[in-house]
């Protein structure tokens, strides 16, 4: 069968959702293999084992995360030379896009972000995208080179499949023009135990009408009665009552979960771009003319501070 | 010190964006084009190093003929001269195909620093400064909230999926920006006045020293199969809070097994 590379995405060997789920999916269309670098091997091992990965490529050399995107693309471009695969699955990240666009670069291969979907087709695989802001899905190929599809979380549902996976170590000497870009420190701003956002499969978001820092308290309390990740429109990123990599949107994250619900927020389409595909959106305004109830299967004209803790108190009662 | 900003122009914003059923292009025809509202951060954050330390500002444009609005609109921001690629061969190009030709136009102009908006709002893929980076061999420093140059280094904070990293490069660099940056300013009557008279040269592919046969759609490392536009949404249920608006939701949440 064909052999898919897949990159693993993690922290410290703590594996990311989104590579069950690209291991997931590159099963259905060939063979995985994933490729693991930098340190934490021994954490991830048994993750990707039982995902489905029938052989992994370990490259477990520190550097490889200590430099913007280009040691990680040096990893993947010599195992395109060596292996000749059918697909590099990479996620559809920040880094995960730029390490597929200079691997494309390095093999003259054509890339293809964002992708909710893939199969395999007429002459090869054909992506799925939902572009425009979710308006128009498109289908396109790859014509040139090793495919490179840089897939959305939340696109494939992770399945475990058990089974045994090859161990392969790679050596590699990263060279000093991938070097250039040097990491010198790593500040995480997440604020611990909930969700990540695009793994989410229900989103709580607060905006503008939220008012302040202290009453994200109130959006909070209803994502964990929900048992949510929290988001944020830009205009509560921008005023600092919310971490920035919580903001949804065309410049924050893009999100598509099974439920969304927008708190304060008017849906400019900024905002629109990036929550536009989930499947049910809630909003709760106080301005009827809100373009965000343009796009709500249930909305409440009214007051947050009312509604919201009602419905707290609702979901808490009604889970029991 | 020389500055290059790469700006695309791109459907406006709030404009129903489509793509051409000939050919799967993006449709520039029928709506209005602007620069892409992302770009105009990097402009700024240009300007920003010309006033503090009297950095010379070229924008750089590849696109067809109408896109010298845009450059005319970054000029008039405070840009001292541009340069716009604009070739029939080039329409339909992809993002490799694309970040050739400006890796070609960008080594011709030398510059020390390059900066470009994290994304285009049209194509969306967040991956120009990676592929330009990937070309040209100078440092990646991408997705930048804040951007620091203190003699031949520069340094960012890249913010990340969960935070930032601090990342350092030596000159000459390519830096993104994102919209958190700084606060792009609107041109002035002067400014606009000024931009007339500024110097705007024209490239051909061919003038870059690229084979016209390797960029544009034909010969295009991806392929768009088939699109369809999605119906617009139904409309869903939209009720005044009487006081039970909060109960209402759950009773909705409730029928769709959310709860
Ligand atoms: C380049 C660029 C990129 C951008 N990227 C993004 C992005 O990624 N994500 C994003 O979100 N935005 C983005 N924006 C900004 C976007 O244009 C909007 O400004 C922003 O989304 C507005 O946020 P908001 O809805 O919270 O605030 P507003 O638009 O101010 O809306 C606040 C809403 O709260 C309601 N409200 C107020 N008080 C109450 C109350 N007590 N009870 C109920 N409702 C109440 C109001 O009726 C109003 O509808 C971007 C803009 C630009 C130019």
């Known amino acids: ?43 991830a091992k048994a993750k990707l084992a039982e995902y489905g990965a029938a052989k992994v490529y370990v490259a477990d050399d520190p550097e490889l995360e200590q430099y913007v995107a280009a040691p990680k693309a040096e990893l993947l471009a010599q195992l395109v030379a060596e292996k000749s695969p059918a697909l590099v699955l990479v996620p559809a990240t920040i880094d995960g896009k730029e390490v597929g666009a200079r691997l494309a670069v390095k093999t003259g ?20 995208q939902s572009i425009f802001g979710g308006s ?43 070097k250039k870009a040097a990491i010198k420190d790593r500040v995480i701003e997440q604020k611990g135990g909930r969700p990540e956002l695009t793994e989410a499969s229900i989103v709580v978001s607060g905006g503008r009408g939220v008012g302040s820092a202290d009453n994200m308290k109130l959006v909070e309390d209803l994502a964990d009665a929900l048992g949510a990740a929290v988001g944020a429109s830009r205009a509560v990123t921008d005023a600092g009552w919310y971490p920035h990599q919580n903001q949804v949107g065309q410049t924050g994250k893009t999100v598509s979960p099974q439920l969304y619900v927008a708190v304060g927020i008017s849906g400019a389409i900024q905002h629109r771009a990036g929550m536009q595909t989930s499947k049910t959106i809630v909003a709760v305004n106080k301005d009827a003319e809100a373009p965000i109830f343009e796009l709500a299967d249930f909305g409440v004209v009214g007051d947050l501070f009312q509604v919201v803790p009602q419905l707290t108190e609702q979901v808490k009662s009604r889970k029991g | 010190m020389n500055i290059v900003v790469c700006v695309k122009q791109v459907p406006d914003t709030w404009a129903e964006k489509k793509l051409d059923p000939a050919d799967q292009t993006v449709d520039r025809k029928t709506v209005d084009n602007v620069m892409n509202e992302l770009d105009e951060y990097a402009v700024e954050e240009a300007l920003k190093l010309q006033e503090s330390q009297g950095a010379e500002v070229t924008i750089l444009t590849m696109g067809p003929d109408g896109a010298t609005e845009t450059i005319r609109k970054a000029l008039s921001m405070g840009a ?24 070609k136009a960008i080594s ?69 920006v994102v919209e958190k940056i700084n606060e792009p300013r609107y041109p002035s009557f002067k400014g606009i006045m000024a931009a007339k008279k500024k110097p705007l040269e024209t490239k051909s592919v061919a003038d870059l020293g690229v084979d016209a046969s390797s ?24 009720v005044k809070d009487e006081g039970d608006g909060g109960q209402k939701v759950a009773e909705f949440l409730a029928s769709q097994k959310f709860i």
Do not use: Y
């Not at chain 1, 898919?4 to 989104?18: M, P, R």
């Not at chain 1, 293809?112 to 007429?122: E, K, M, R």
């Not at chain 2, 997705?143 to 999926?161: C, F, M, P, S, Y």
């Open chain 1, 1 to 43: 069968m064909a052999e898919i590379l897949v990159l693993v995405e993690h922290v410290d060997g703590n594996v990311k959702k989104v590579t069950l789920e690209l291991l997931t999916k590159a099963r259905q269309l060939g063979e995985p293999s994933a490729v693991f670098a930098g340190s934490g091997f021994e954490n």
């Open chain 1, 109 to 128: 291969s054509g890339l293809i972000t964002d992708a909710v979907d893939l199969v395999t087709g007429d002459g090869g695989f054909v992506a799925e």
């Open chain 1, 136 to 178: 128009t899905v498109v289908h396109s190929k790859v014509t040139k080179g090793t495919p490179i599809v840089a897939m959305r979380p939340n696109s494939t549902a992770p399945e475990a499949s058990g089974g045994e996976a090859a161990e392969e170590k790679v050596s590699i000497t990263i060279s000093d023009g991938a």
């Open chain 2, 80 to 103: 001292d001269k541009a340069v716009h690629v604009v070739d029939d061969a080039l329409h339909g190009s992809c993002a490799v195909q694309t970040s050739e030709v400006l890796a």
């Open chain 2, 108 to 176: 011709s102009l030398s510059p020390d620093l390059v900066f470009l908006g994290t994304e285009s709002t049209d194509a969306g893929m967040s991956v120009m400064a990676a592929m330009l980076s990937e070309r040209l061999g100078w440092p990646q420093l991408s997705n930048a909230g804040k951007v620091e140059v203190d003699g031949t280094t520069v340094k960012v904070q890249r913010l990340t999926d969960n935070g930032h990293d601090v990342v350092e490069g030596e000159l000459p660099a390519i830096v993104s």
């Open chain 2, 215 to 238: 960029v544009g759609l034909a010969a295009a490392t991806t392929a768009v199969a088939d699109s369809t536009v999605r119906p617009p949404k139904a409309a869903g249920t939209v």
